[in-house]
């Protein structure tokens, strides 16, 4: 298998996921848990060449979900997860609850942002009236000290 179709395999990439499908993943296995059943997100985000990949295998025959050609996918948009549940019912209703539409019978494990809602979402830096602003860090910033340091070597320049 070449080094690209390895990453087209590998577990799902959600850090470049809308801000609603961020929220929703981080989340959904605890909620789920608490309702009875339990889910795997087997794909978030895709690039381009992982949708080419995964497009070539479904024409192979060789997957038993639907595919979108590349350029096409609401995945490549960070807009879809696609999720294994153990019980599809009480997904899609918890799910489409929250706003996002379902794939159907034919495609059981998809779930996405309808159209138009993504321009309705609150943007990343917008917060709730009287809550105190939260600092946004890098994905990779995750520690205490590492916001420490984070913030030290951004810090604004003092002139003596």
Known sequence: MAVKEAAAVAGPNLTKLHPKLKTI?????????ALGFQVRITSGYRSY??????????????SNYPVNPPGTSKHEKGMA??????NT???????????LSWGGPS????????SGQAAKSPRLN?????????KAYPDN??????????????????FL
Do not use: C, M
């Open 49 to 62: 060449a992982q949708q080419n990949y995964l497009y070539r295998q479904y024409q192979a025959g060789l």
């Open 81 to 86: 997860l696609d999720i294994l549940s153990t």
């Open 89 to 99: 019912e009480a997904l899609v209703s918890l799910l489409t609850s929250v706003g």
């Open 126 to 134: 917008e917060r709730p009236p009287g809550k105190a602003p939260v």
């Open 107 to 114: 495609d059981a494990i998809h779930f996405e942002i309808p």
């Open 141 to 158: 910033v995750k520690s205490a000290w590492a916001r420490e340091y984070y913030d030290f070597l951004n810090r604004p320049p003092v």
């Open 25 to 33: 993943s981080r989340n959904l296995f605890r909620v789920a848990k």
